[in-house]
């Protein structure tokens, strides 16, 4: 089994780029392939940045890995043979000066910059088949940041079942928050696109928003 780690990423902002820097450094002690995938100008699409890195991957077991977070169990949910797999259950999402700790190798406790929530399905770390990719892609019509993860995972439970979590810990490293509407909403357009993800409950009725765009 081939493993490629593909992180869509883009540059520009220093602290981002510094969390980058360290999850990348403590990736490569793997030895797994790691690709940098790209949505070159103009507005910011999470899924032509994964798309563009998973065509230059080589792996069969793709780890989808945002720049910002980190999970031990990455290793664990790589083997696990379910298709896809959430290594994670909790998010901790760091202050600035916690995740300088944690970077430097501070053992904890860590300062919050808000509650530990559960993880979003497709959100941060998924590690999954090129197969389950290659039938099931994330909608590259989200822009900026919100809602993209939860139609992915949507899309994903719907035309694969249901997906498979483990109960590792995921830290987020901290960075300034990109424009949204608030924490949970990024636009009105993802908003009203992750609404008609929301009420596909058949893989036809999701195979045929993805051929609107997959055309």
């Given at each position: 089994?081939?493993?490629?780690?593909?992180?869509?990423?883009?540059?520009?902002?220093?602290?981002?780029?510094?969390?980058?820097?360290?999850?990348?450094?403590?990736?490569?002690?793997?030895?797994?392939?790691?690709?940098?995938?790209?949505?070159g100008d103009g507005p910011w699409?999470?899924?032509?940045?994964?798309?563009?890195?998973?065509?230059?991957?080589?792996?069969?077991?793709?780890?989808?890995?945002?720049?910002?977070?980190?999970?031990?169990?990455?290793?664990?949910?790589?083997?696990?043979?379910?298709?896809?797999?959430?290594?994670?259950?909790?998010?901790?999402?760091?202050?600035?000066?916690?995740?300088?700790?944690f970077m430097t190798g501070h053992?904890?406790?860590?300062?919050?910059?808000?509650?530990?929530?559960?993880?979003?399905?497709?959100?941060?770390?998924?590690?999954?088949?090129?197969?389950?990719?290659?039938?099931?892609?994330?909608?590259?019509?989200?822009?900026?940041?919100?809602?993209?993860?939860d139609s992915w995972a949507q899309?994903?439970?719907?035309?694969?079942?249901?997906?498979?979590?483990?109960?590792?810990?995921?830290?987020?490293?901290?960075?300034?928050?990109?424009?949204?509407?608030?924490?949970?909403?990024?636009?009105?357009?993802?908003?009203?696109?992750?609404?008609?993800?929301?009420?596909?409950?058949?893989?036809?009725?999701?195979?045929?928003?993805?051929?609107?765009?997959?055309?």
């Amino acid at each position: 089994m081939d493993i490629s780690v593909v992180v869509p990423f883009r540059g520009g902002c220093p602290h981002r780029e510094a969390v980058w820097d360290w999850v990348r450094g403590s990736l490569e002690t793997s030895g797994w392939e790691i690709v940098v995938g790209q949505c070159g100008d103009g507005p910011w699409r999470k899924a032509v940045a994964l798309a563009d890195g998973i065509n230059r991957a080589s792996g069969d077991r793709i780890v989808m890995h945002d720049a910002d977070v980190w999970c031990d169990g990455l290793p664990e949910a790589i083997t696990n043979p379910a298709p896809i797999v959430i290594p994670h259950h909790l998010v901790h999402r760091l202050t600035q000066h916690s995740a300088d700790q944690f970077m430097t190798g501070h053992p904890g406790p860590y300062k919050l910059d808000r509650p530990i929530y559960l993880g979003r399905p497709a959100g941060g770390l998924l590690v999954f088949d090129r197969t389950v990719w290659d039938q099931t892609p994330m909608d590259p019509r989200f822009t900026g940041w919100g809602q993209e993860d939860d139609s992915w995972a949507q899309a994903l439970t719907v035309t694969h079942g249901p997906i498979t979590r483990l109960r590792h810990d995921l830290y987020h490293l901290w960075h300034p928050p990109q424009e949204r509407m608030n924490q949970v909403m990024g636009s009105p357009e993802s908003k009203a696109l992750w609404r008609r993800y929301e009420t596909a409950r058949t893989p036809e009725a999701i195979r045929s928003l993805l051929a609107e765009v997959m055309e």
